[in-house]
């Protein structure tokens, strides 16, 4: 598979489909499962106003092809779960913010469901 740079859009969506089949992650939205690739997850404890407070932070990338037509496509405030591969267990995450990539890609910013409520 040759990656150009002529076509940025189809390099993102080749990259996007190897790292889907090799990794195998995916979210539930909707109810139903999208294949996905999650970047980065930190959960722990970080200190603000009144102690220490538990969060949770994913990064996650999907291709907009995946959502049929006429459902749309997750927006912030909802509630995704993510599975990290298909033998794990899906963790909930409220999407905080979103980021387009052209038309073929959105990158959520996903929290802990309660955080910041």
Not at 80 to 106: G, H, L, M
Request: charged share 20%.
């Amino acid at each position: 598979m040759a990656l150009t740079l002529s076509d940025p859009r189809q390099a993102l969506i080749d990259a996007m489909l190897l790292m889907e089949e090799e990794i195998g992650a995916s979210i539930i939205w909707a109810g139903q499962e999208f294949p996905c690739v999650a970047g980065i997850l930190s959960d722990g404890k970080r200190l603000d106003l009144g102690g220490f407070k538990l969060y949770a932070d994913a990064k996650i990338k999907v291709r907009t092809a995946v959502f049929p037509l006429g459902i749309g496509q997750p927006k912030p405030e909802q509630t995704i779960q993510f599975k990290i591969n298909s033998n794990t267990d899906p963790e909930t995450f409220r999407i905080y913010s979103i980021d387009r990539f052209w038309d073929v890609a959105i990158l959520m910013h996903c929290v802990h469901p309660d955080q910041g409520a």
